[in-house]
């Protein structure tokens, strides 16, 4: 008697180093951090990779890692997300290259460590980095992404779920892109194109440095962290990828509007 199971499983692992082949992702936020771990994981499945960020330096450093993977080099933009002119560049860049796109991915974002105050520039920039972004660059890549019948995936945060009073801006724009990812699975749908979500816990990234946080801040966050996440453990930014590249495969081909946290069970509650 065969092993169904098993059967499927060999055979998706078989293909999967060529799972993304003649396949086009544009990754935003791809110098550091989730942006750069989903990166490198597109290239291990062979995914021809437009990688976006701000800083040259990191960003050379993700792309010679796709291209000592997997042997093909991605096309490199300095960008920023924020600039509507920066966005046109990265689309034609892109298409220039490239001729088509088959998946958005929207790991660009900044964290901040405030609730509720009257400096609304810290605000603003919160809310243009990890909604108006987003937005913008999505809305330009649609017609491109309705010819492949391609997909989105958008990067949120178990904070789009569970609120955290030191983070109200944040958590905010979080939620925006959760609820923005579900109107457009809708709009998207009968064209043929999936948007869905993932959705980190607390991950090892530079993310909370570069919103301020001391570093032995961060280390301490962690221990507890793993100490009251119900599996223990502290997710990495490798398994954020993992998911990103299955929900962007066609192993997840009937699956559009969904949220999938990658939180190590934080988002149930500390497990005690």
Do not use: W
């Amino acid at each position: 008697m065969y092993n169904v199971t098993s059967l499927i499983v060999r055979q998706h692992s078989l293909g999967a180093g060529t799972m993304f082949n003649n396949k086009v992702v544009l990754v935003t936020g791809a110098s550091s951090g989730i942006g750069a771990s989903c990166a490198m994981k597109f290239a291990e499945l062979n995914a021809s990779l437009s990688l976006i960020g701000r800083n040259v330096n990191k960003l050379n450093e993700t792309a010679s890692s796709c291209e000592q993977i997997c042997g093909l080099k991605p096309l490199i933009i300095v960008a920023d997300i924020t600039n509507i002119d920066d966005i046109d560049r990265i689309i034609n860049n892109t298409l220039n290259k490239y001729g088509k796109i088959d998946v958005l991915v929207n790991s660009a974002g900044v964290s901040s460590l405030a609730g509720i105050q009257p400096d609304i520039e810290a605000f603003d920039y919160v809310m243009a980095s990890n909604l108006r972004g987003p937005y913008l660059l999505t809305t330009k890549v649609i017609p491109h992404l309705i010819e492949t019948r391609g997909n989105i995936v958008n990067i949120s945060s178990m904070l789009s779920f569970k609120p955290l009073p030191a983070m109200t801006a944040y958590c905010m724009s979080k939620a925006a892109i959760d609820m923005f990812s579900k109107c457009l699975a809708l709009e998207l749908g009968p064209k043929g194109v999936r948007v869905n979500t993932v959705n980190p816990g607390p991950v090892r990234t530079p993310l909370f440095t570069t919103s301020g946080m001391k570093e032995s801040d961060v280390k301490a966050m962690f221990r507890i962290v793993e100490s009251n996440a119900p599996l223990r453990i502290v997710t990495e930014a490798t398994d954020v990828a993992n998911i990103v590249t299955f929900v962007a495969s066609e192993s997840a081909r009937c699956v559009t509007g969904c949220s999938y946290f990658v939180d190590s069970g934080l988002s149930l509650g500390d497990a005690k």
